[in-house]
Structure formats: structure tokens, C-alpha cells
């Protein structure tokens, strides 16, 4: 039966495919596909796990058989009964083979897939008591999970479905069936994993417009919904899952009429990518010969490839942390680090490269095992410039990796979440001390310029402060906005709050550019409203000539800004400025 599920636009595009499931799980689980010849290896380590726990359930049997009724009650008998049939059950079993032999799972991924598939089964059981099994099964599941052997290497696959079509009318051919991915949520490290090209859509439950995981699925380029609530329940393994990323719907099993007018979308969208296509060559200048600068926002050194197909100018933003992400607290080392940022100064042939410091904390933790617990709000605890200034080892590393890269092409260095003139004043002293120990050492190296980011409002209210210390600034418009307006950006309960043309962020962002111009100094914005072509006239109209998006929303900016002319935006963009509720003006020029 074809049903919807509505949740947050936050990628563009359609995508059409099998649903992949990834189940939330209290243990650490990490998700990648491996090579066919590992298949074998790989319900080795599953079936080394439940041996394992099988073992250990048959001791505590033992030690209760020899205690009294007193001791050891009845139930905990009939609970390790319970457990042990569990674990020997062979649609559990049979099932994690299949998702291993037949979908080129990992074990641990298999497993907790699943897991779902057959806890589900117990949800739609009319007996209370075997509905409360679910509870067991997830807890054994879990003691397999920890008693697994090493974690084997990912591996990244272009995958084929080997299931057979289930839904006839839809004709697809099996080895071309793409995948989209359904998940409460997904974390930064496996993102990592999932980036390679595998999936032609995302859907979470939770999470808002300007997430890190719509962040990360933007700069994919491909369709996402997030905020979709219980879209992780209601879709299961394998089913037939259109994503509408333009009006944030998910259609489930959906008709041959419906299957026909999405794919008549899709096609729609090709032609008008085809279209863009043809400005790739063209320069960035306004109807009235003001020059823009279309910068890119990378993840990872292999990103720059991505960044100059799409004619940027160069990166505007490199996110460091992506390096030091899903390494289960084993940081990059000074070399590690050294050798990803020269690749990426390399790829991108001479332009230039930011490279933002590590900006760790909030909804990006170092692993998906990482829970915030020493603060109730981590978006204002430990995070970013905080978390490098509390450990100034770790930070130096960082600064003398970046500095040698400099060697290699023109680098800039992109200091996050400053807010006080005491964090400036170490962040400097850091910079000088990387460089004194280079020289020092007779290590090459290179020239910097050194910026800040205005993401917080206490920032974009000492602007004078920030430019004696800092060579250019860049508005980091996603959590200016968080910031400003107090909203988390990544719950979906508040998003319907998160506004980027609320007056308070308007004022702080024209302020922002209006006072580097005055002072001659570089502006940009990095976050999200750069890449937002709804926003591109505004930002032009308030004066800025430097805009840092995912390089997949370069050309749908450059066509904005060729149809632009940056003299008569000017006054109307004041008009919104000064306006009660700016929105309302938007659609007037």
C-alpha cells in the first residue's frame, strides 16, 4: 500500500530506490560494505560472537543449577532459556547471512539490521508477553555485538541487489537497482563511509535544515529528507522508497502511476542540470561588471576533484574535523594531517584553500559512541576553538600540519566559535609558536592568512576587536542563526524557527559585511544561506563578493548572480534590512 511520510526539504533532487535500514543501536556499530571475498570471514566473526555468549549463558546455567530456589528464582532460569533460543534461532541467523551474503553487509551491520527486521515481527504480535521479548532479543543482540572479534576493514563497493524484484510493474533490472538509506539518524563517522557514492538518497527521522547530516547530504549532492519522525519505523528492509527532496516528502511503495510521474521529475531535473552546466565556463560578474567569487565547502582532501569540475574559484571552507572523525580517539598525527591538507592545496592547482580548524563538539562528536554527557547543551559546551584551546598539544599539531601544507599552494586558516579577546590573543600566540618550532626545526612551510569565524553573535558585536587581530572574516550563517535565535539546529521539533531572514541575523550579517568593507578586509559566508539561491540577491545587495557553498550549488548561485545587477539591489536590500518581516519583501525586486 503506497503511503507518505512528510519531513524537512534539505537536498534537492529525486531519487528513487530500495530502502536500506540503519537500525540505532546503544553499542557502537559501524556500517560499510565489504568485498565478496570477506563474506565468509565475516559470519565467521558473527557466528564467533554468539558462540561466545552462548558459552557464557551456559556458565551462569551452570552456576544456577547449583544454587537454590532462593538464590536463583525461576525467572532467571526461564530468562536464560529464553536467551539461549534466541541466539540459536534460525531466522535470526539465516537472516544476518543473507544480509551478509547477499547485500555485502558487515557483521556488525548485518546483525543489527536484523535485529529490526525480526523486532518487528514482535511488535505486530498480539500477545503481550511475546511482544516483551523484543527486550531480550535487542539485549542478546547487543552481547553479541560486544563479544564479535575485531571489526573487519570497509571497503567501498559499487553494490548490486541480488534480491529479486519484489514489485513487478516497476521493471527494474536488479544489478542497477539504486539504494537509498533510512535512518533514525546517521552519524558524522559513518558518513564518512556512506559518502562514496553508494546511496541515491537519505532520510532520517530526526535532525534539521542545516544538520550536519543535510550538511553532508547537499554536499553529496544528492536528495534528502530529514525530520521525517518515524520514517525509520514505518519503512522496512528492502522496500520501494521514493525521496521528493524538493518538497521534503517520502512515498513508500509507490504505485506505477506515481513510479511514472517521478520519473518523469527526474528526467526534468537533468535537463535543467544540462542546462547549468553550460555557465560552468562562464565568469562571475553581475549585469553592472561586479566581480563574485564562488567558493567551495569540502569534507576531505578527495573533495577538491569535486570543487574544480564545478568551477570554483577555489575552497572556502575545508572542515577539518572530517579527519579526525570515526577513529575511536586515535587523533590524526602532524604527518596524517599534513599529507591530507597538501592534497587538497595540490587538487585545487594554485587556488586558494581555507582550512577551517577542527571544529569537534555539538552534532558532530569524534565517534558515533560519543554521548555529550558533561553538559546539558554541548552546542554551548566544549566545541570547536574551545575544544583546540583546551588541549594545546593536540592543537599545535593541527596549526604546524597546515602551516607545511601552506608550502604547497596559497592556504588560508579559518580559526571556529571564537567569542572573547582572550581566546583570540592564544589563538595567535598558537599560530606563532607552530611557526617559531618549524623554523626552529628547519621544517618547510608556508605563509597563511588568518581569519575568524563570526558564528556567534558576541563575534559579529566586536567586529572592530576581531579585525586588528584577523586578516578576513567568514559569517558561519548556520550557527549564527542557532546562536541568535536559540534554536538547536538540528531538532526538528523547532525547526519551523530556524530563520535566516529573522531581522536579528539580517543586522548581524549586513553589519558584518558592511564593516570588513569599511575596513578593506576579505568577507565570505560559509554556512548555508551562500549556497541558497533565494538568498543570493539579498547578499549581494548587502554587499558581499565572496560566497562558499558544496560545489554542487555553484552553478544554480552563478546563474543567480549573471542575472543580477548589484547597483539596484543595493536599496532594496536596505528596504529588507529595515523591514519588521523581511520575508515579506523578498519576492519584490
Known amino acids: 500500500m503506497t503511503f507518505s511520510i512528510h519531513g524537512l526539504a534539505v537536498a534537492r533532487g529525486i531519487a528513487i530506490g530500495r530502502a536500506v535500514l540503519v537500525a540505532s543501536s546503544r553499542v557502537d556499530v559501524a556500517h560499510y560494505f565489504i568485498e565478496p571475498a570477506q563474506v565468509e570471514a565475516e559470519i565467521e566473526r558473527v557466528k564467533r560472537g554468539r558462540d561466545a555468549v552462548v558459552e557464557e549463558l551456559h556458565r551462569l546455567q551452570q552456576t544456577i543449577a547449583q544454587l537454590g530456589p532462593k538464590d536463583a528464582p525461576h525467572e532467571l532460569r526461564a530468562l536464560l532459556d529464553v536467551h539461549l533460543m ?58 553479541v555485538l560486544r563479544a564479535m572479534p575485531g571489526q573487519g576493514t570497509a571497503s567501498v563497493l559499487p553494490v548490486a541487489v541480488t534480491r529479486k524484484t519484489a514489485t513487478a510493474e516497476l521493471q527494474l533490472e536488479d544489478t542497477d537497482t539504486p539504494l537509498v538509506l533510512i535512518a533514525h539518524e546517521i552519524s558524522p ?86 542546462r547549468l552546466a553550460r555557465l560552468l565556463k562562464t565568469p562571475s560578474v553581475t549585469l553592472d561588471g ?155 612551510f608556508g605563509a597563511v592568512t588568518l581569519g575568524a569565524m563570526i558564528e556567534i553573535p558576541a563575534a559579529a558585536l566586536m567586529l572592530r576587536t576581531f579585525l586588528r587581530y584577523f586578516d578576513y572574516l567568514s559569517l558561519g550563517t548556520n550557527d549564527l542563526i542557532q546562536y541568535t535565535l536559540a534554536i538547536d539546529r538540528a531538532d526538528e521539533s523547532v525547526a ?45 545587495g548587502l554587499g558581499l563578493r565572496s560566497f562558499s557553498m558544496h560545489p554542487a550549488q555553484i552553478l544554480s548561485v552563478k546563474q543567480e548572480v549573471l542575472r543580477a545587477d548589484a547597483g539596484k539591489l543595493t536599496p532594496w536590500a536596505q528596504q529588507v534590512l529595515e523591514a519588521d518581516e523581511p520575508a515579506s519583501l523578498m519576492g519584490s525586486l
Not at 579527519?323 to 597538501?342: K, N, T, V
Open 86 to 143: 534466541l541466539l540459536q534461532d534460525e531466522e535470526m541467523v539465516g537472516g544476518v547471512k543473507h544480509w551478509i551474503r547477499d547485500r555485502l553487509y558487515n557483521a556488525e551491520w548485518a546483525l543489527t539490521t536484523q535485529l529490526e527486521v525480526v523486532a518487528r515481527q514482535f511488535d505486530e504480535m498480539e500477545d503481550e508477553y511475546l511482544r516483551e521479548r523484543k527486550a531480550d532479543l535487542e539485549q542478546i543482540t547487543e552481547k
Open 189 to 274: 563517522s559513518d558518513m564518512l563511509q556512506f559518502k562514496q557514492g553508494l546511496f541515491a538518497g537519505f532520510v532520517t527521522d530526526v535532525g534539521g535544515k542545516t544538520s550536519h547530516t543535510a550538511i553532508v547530504a547537499r554536499s553529496m549532492d544528492i536528495p534528502a529528507v530529514v525530520g521525517a519522525r518515524t520514517a525509520s519505523q514505518l519503512v522496512r528492509q528492502d522496500d520501494w522508497v521514493i525521496i521528493d527532496g524538493n518538497a521534503g516528502v517520502v512515498i513508500v511503495d509507490p504505485s506505477p502511476i506515481i513510479l511514472a510521474e517521478y520519473q518523469y521529475k527526474q528526467r526534468q531535473l537533468e535537463l535543467e542540470r544540462s
Open 290 to 444: 561586479e566581480k563574485v567569487e564562488l567558493l567551495a565547502n569540502i569534507e576531505m582532501p578527495e573533495d577538491a576533484l569535486g570543487a574544480m569540475k564545478a568551477g570554483a574559484a577555489g575552497v572556502g571552507l575545508f572542515r577539518s574535523e572530517f579527519l579526525f572523525m570515526g577513529r575511536h580517539g586515535r587523533l590524526p598525527d602532524e604527518q596524517e594531517q599534513y599529507q591530507a591538507y597538501r592534497r587538497a592545496v595540490e587538487g585545487m592547482g594554485g587556488l586558494p584553500v581555507t582550512i577551517r580548524t577542527v571544529d569537534i563538539g555539538a552534532d558532530k562528536p569524534m565517534d558515533s559512541s560519543f554521548v555529550e554527557t558533561s553538559h546539558l547543551n554541548p552546542a554551548l559546551g566544549l566545541r570547536a576553538i574551545r575544544w583546540s584551546l583546551a588541549d594545546p598539544a593536540m592543537f599545535l599539531t593541527q596549526l604546524r600540519a597546515i602551516l607545511r601544507a601552506a608550502a604547497h599552494g596559497p592556504v588560508k586558516m579559518l580559526i571556529p566559535m571564537l567569542a572573547h579577546l582572550s581566546e583570540i590573543r592564544q589563538t595567535v600566540a598558537l599560530v606563532e609558536q607552530a611557526r617559531a618550532e618549524l623554523q626552529r626545526e628547519g621544517v618547510p
Open 496 to 540: 519551523h524557527l530556524y530563520d535566516p531572514l529573522h531581522p536579528a541575523v539580517l543586522r548581524l550579517v549586513a553589519d558584518t559585511i558592511a564593516e570588513c568593507r569599511a575596513q578593506g578586509k576579505e568577507v565570505s559566508v560559509c554556512g548555508e544561506m551562500a549556497g541558497d539561491v533565494a538568498m543570493t540577491r539579498l547578499l549581494l
